[in-house]
C-alpha cells in the first residue's frame, strides 16, 4: 500500500511539472478594466505576461482612469471630476495551477501613480505617487491561447491606498 501512495505521489508530480510546463519565454497580452472600490474610479488598459520560468511572470501594465461624470454607474465625486489619472505598475505573478485550463496566482508589485489636478488655479498641478501593490488573480483559458483573467489587489498609495477589482482578457503566444 505504502508504494502505491508513494507512486501516486512521484506521478502526480511528475503530471504537475509537466502540466504547467513549457511556458519559460513566451509572452502574452491583453486587455484589462480596473476599479477602485474606495476612489471609485474606473480604467481601462494594456497589461503583458512575460513568463520568466514556467512558474512565474513579469507583469508590466498601463491604466488610463476615467473621468466619473464618463460613466454612469458611478457616483459623483467632486473631488476627482475634473482630474486626469493614470498608472503604471511591474508585478510578479507565482503561477500555480488547479486544473489544466485555470490557474491561480499571488501578486505582488510596484506601482506609479500620475494624477494630474485641474480643480481650482491655485491646486494645479501634477502629483506623482509612487507604491506598491498585493493580492491575488486567478486566470482561466476559455480556448486555445486566449484567457480571461480576475485580480483583487491593494495598491498602498500615499493619500490614494484602497483596493482594486480587475477584469481583463488576453491572449499568449
Known amino acids: 500500500m505504502k508504494k502505491i501512495a508513494v507512486l501516486l505521489v512521484v506521478f502526480s508530480t511528475l503530471f504537475a511539472a509537466n502540466a504547467s510546463a513549457q511556458f519559460q519565454g513566451t509572452f502574452g497580452m491583453g486587455a484589462h478594466a480596473n476599479f477602485g472600490v474606495e476612489q471609485h474610479n474606473f480604467g481601462v488598459g494594456l497589461h503583458i505576461h512575460y513568463y520568466m520560468t514556467n512558474s512565474v511572470r513579469l507583469v508590466p501594465s498601463a491604466t488610463f482612469f476615467l473621468p466619473p461624470s464618463a460613466i454612469s454607474f458611478l457616483p459623483d465625486n467632486e473631488e476627482l471630476e475634473n482630474n486626469r489619472a493614470w498608472k503604471a505598475e511591474l508585478d510578479i505573478h507565482v503561477v500555480a495551477p488547479l486544473s489544466?485550463?485555470?490557474?491561480?496566482?499571488?501578486?505582488?508589485?510596484?506601482s506609479y501613480t500620475n494624477l494630474r489636478l485641474n480643480d481650482t488655479p491655485a491646486e494645479n498641478g501634477t502629483q506623482h505617487r509612487f507604491g506598491g501593490n498585493f493580492g491575488v488573480g486567478i486566470q482561466h483559458d476559455i480556448v486555445y491561447r486566449l484567457r480571461v483573467n480576475f485580480e483583487i489587489k491593494y495598491h498602498m498609495i500615499p493619500d490614494r491606498s484602497q483596493v482594486g477589482l480587475m477584469v481583463g482578457i488576453g491572449f499568449w503566444i
Open 100 to 110: 489544466f485550463s485555470t490557474v491561480v496566482y499571488p501578486i505582488i508589485g510596484a
